[in-house]
């Protein structure tokens, strides 16, 4: 046996390992070198004569938790059904303990990652982490709400088609959920989707989850535990993953829900699982979005619809309307004098409506963003904005200025929705919808005037922040090229566009440091940084600059580089009392300061700044509680505190600060 299929025994005989019976046969079968594969069967039997056919006794007791009985075992470990009593409350609970015989470094890493990733996922659709620790023999667990439910194609089957896609259309929120956090789930399968008897989807089981924002070893492309029937080409051959491996087997968890079905649902399904990932929904937030057009009624994006497909649509949904309007267009050439008329109040209208969604925009907007508590009336606003914009530019397709207002609306609308630097409702993947739609809005414009250097700038504005929902997405190759189009449509000296240059820069970083290339990362970083300071110290009430020099010291995460974020953050707060932004600027600063000291053991320190953070964090959430990101990064410092707390002995402190975490992500 050679070297390399040596490496391939380790790798293929681990991710097995956490597979048992029907999977793990596939899993195995699916290996292409018969030497491989039967050096592996060779290592499987033996380690299940060793460990896994020991007699293993139920514990009694795992932690403070009674246990009632066994709810089910894998290669990897048990999970057990326990009770916590005691005090004012009872509490079921499912806890998940690793096997004796499988404590090896590797499989404890692998543990001890889904009880990372876990913690970060506070949603009503996703199974709740509660508790974890040690037991008395060493072994790690970690204890999680009990869902009594049913697998979701088993509870699904009895259910109409509309039910059943209702039911799915929740499943993608929670994955889109997951997404956000920089998570995938991996193993998106019927079985990991519970439904209680409220009939609410809970996913569980990220015991293959990758964090999209770490490089461990349990996240490299050699690590292939999986399910071999819902898992993407790229997983099965061990390739770099992205949202769209989820997407895919989000696809085959809908193909096995609906069964065959019309044309259209089967198109959207097909979308989802094509073998190229670049051709199915990037997120699944877009295949949620077709699914509730199919549902609607509507044109589906799975379909390249032609004129005829879409009238089709549109005649099935207003039959009523389309045979009154073929009465009403016989009545035209008689009343064509009348239109005549009325065309000339229609421009007048025209120009107030214009008017009034500019105002709205520009005005209104503006005036309020900065105020605090100001999220959902910011949403609102600009929502309104767009339904106007929209249907005048409907109306006036050549009209170059109602085209970059629009696309100005749709800019405005996705910063509200899920911009990762400002107060926003968490929805990134419709934030990154509404940045795509301004792209191609401005695309068209600057393609019709390319003299145009204000064009220029504002597409290029538009492509750094698609760029972010790329970077958050984990597609740092599109973000790259998406920085590197906008570069180079920056090149004028105005003050605005140099700026957009160093946000460039820091976008390409961020792109970097996804694609694993840290130099590359730290040569953009320090550029964007350069950049900034310049700004700063020829204008140093420039707000903008000085919130982007933050971000950019506080991302080389040193002591050093949060530091001098601080101290950027403090001035922005200083200028602006009132912005929130800068408040969240702040508390972002003290909670990396924390983390560093947590890092080097220093606990009492990262005590008091986790705690500076959570001062005004607790602040933001109570006077905008429509904020995802204050709401998402409170819950995120309540864990590191509750965490440093217990690494301090205060073991009343943590637990009350772990409490109001759990709370807060109900």
Known sequence: MTKAQWERVKVLAAAALEVTGVEREALVAAEGDATVREEVRSLLAAEDEAFLSMPETMPAVIGPYRIVRELGRGGMGAVYLGERTGGDFEQAVAIKLIKRGMDTEA????????????????????????????????????????????????????????????????????????????????DLKAANVLVDGEGHPKLLDFGIAKALDTDTGFTQAGWRALTPEVASPEQVAGLPLTTASDVYSLGKLLGKLVGPVGDDLRLIGGKATREAAEERYPTAAELRLDLERYLAGEPVRARAGGVWYRTGKFVRRRAKSVAAAVVVGSMMLFLGVTAIREGRRAERRFKEVRQLANGLLFELHDAIAPLEGSTAARALVVGKAIRYLDQLASEAENDAELQRELAQSYLKLGQVQGSYFEANLGQVGDAHASFAKAVGLLEGVEKRQPLQLMVKAELAQALLRLATTENAANRGEEALRLCDRALGLLWMPHPRAVLARGMANFGRAEAYLRMGKAAEAKAAREEAIRIFDGEVARDPGNRDALRMLANANRRLATPEGVARALEADEKLAALAPNDGAAKLGVAADHSYLGALAMREKQFARAAGELKLALAVLRERCAVDAKDQRARESLIHNLTLAGRTEKALGHEAAAKELLAEAATLGR
Not at 125 to 143: A, C, H
Request: charged share 25%; net charge positive; with cysteine.
């Open 107 to 186: 499989i404890l890493g692998r543990f001890r990652e889904e009880r990372r990733l876990q913690a970060r996922l506070n949603h009503p659709n996703i199974v709740r982490l509660i508790d974890g620790g040690m037991t008395e023999s060493g072994l790690p667990y970690f204890v999680m709400e009990f869902v009594q439910g049913t697998a979701l194609d088993v509870y699904a089957a009895a259910l109409p088609l509309k039910a059943k896609l209702e039911l799915f259309l929740t499943v993608c929120d929670a994955v889109e959920f997951a997404h956000r956090n920089l998570i995938l789930h991996r």
